[in-house]
């Protein structure tokens, strides 16, 4: 009888131990499928940022073109016979002639020999020509710099409180824009805020190659650097972006060396 209570025993404790271990188990499984969902939407976190990152070095910070009053002017705009769609007093797009133009962009007491492309962004060339002939440039300080690890570029184009007025017109969507988001050192592309028909007067030139994401719509590529740049690099983007105003450093600013347009010539 007593060996009986003995086996008894020794069962209950096997299927104790049993159904603990059945418990680590699922306690174990729902730990895995937790950490995973969780590793998963990390990932999706990370990449989401880093698009929107990309997407912001020219929708916002300083002297980015006004997102929403752009959004509210296209609804008006129309496309023409090209499938730019314009609004205010746009440069016409034949200015640009369907050919090469060549000319200098100096900044800086620098020199840097340019290309347009009026056959591949005949509209952007177009307004660049323009502003360029009026003088519209003259004077006016590259307000931003980027020296992130896929984004060099120097922002120009600002209207300014000193200089001319603004000219009232915005027009898009982007022409000749990279499907892979390279864009090589010494590229010359129109920035704009996040409608597809904000760009206006801002310009940005590539000091190194860079890479924004496509998906956005992209930016249009109106001309090249020929000449120059190694130079303007070693005058200018070198130094790098100004601190913020806690003294840490950023990636996104003014530059430090001030940059200003002193002529545009085209031909």
């Known amino acids: 009888m007593a060996q009986g209570k003995s086996t008894d025993r020794a069962a209950r404790e096997r299927l104790r131990l049993y159904r603990a271990r059945q418990t680590v188990h699922v306690h174990q499984v729902e730990r895995r499928r937790r950490d995973n969902l969780l590793a998963i939407a990390a990932v999706v976190v990370v990449v989401t940022l880093a698009t929107i990152g990309q997407v912001t070095y020219f929708t916002s910070g300083p002297g980015a073109p006004d997102a929403e009053a752009s959004e509210s002017a296209s609804e008006d705009a129309a496309p023409d016979a090209s499938g730019i769609e ?76 000193d200089g001319p007025a603004a000219p009232d017109f915005s027009y898009g969507p982007p022409e000749n824009a990279p499907d892979d988001g390279v864009y090589p050192a010494g590229t010359l592309a129109m920035a704009r805020a996040e409608s597809l028909t904000s760009q206006t007067t801002q310009f940005f030139v590539t000091y190194e190659d860079s890479v924004i994401d496509p998906s956005a719509g992209g930016y249009t590529v109106f001309g090249q650097v020929t000449s120059g740049l190694d130079e303007f690099v070693a005058a200018v983007a070198s130094a790098g972006v100004e601190p913020a105003d806690d003294g840490s450093a950023r990636s996104d600013g003014p530059p430090v060396v001030p940059a200003t347009i002193g002529s545009i010539t085209v031909e």
């Open 86 to 161: 314009t609004t205010g007093d746009v440069p016409s797009i034949e200015i640009a002639e369907g050919r090469e133009w060549t000319g200098t962009l100096e900044i800086n007491d620098v020199d840097l020999g340019i290309r347009l492309d009026g056959e591949l962004a005949p509209q952007a060339t177009s307004v660049f020509i323009s502003l360029a002939r009026e003088g519209y440039y003259d004077g006016n300080e590259c307000h931003r710099l980027t020296s992130s690890e896929s984004l060099k570029v120097l922002q120009c184009g600002q209207p300014s409180l």
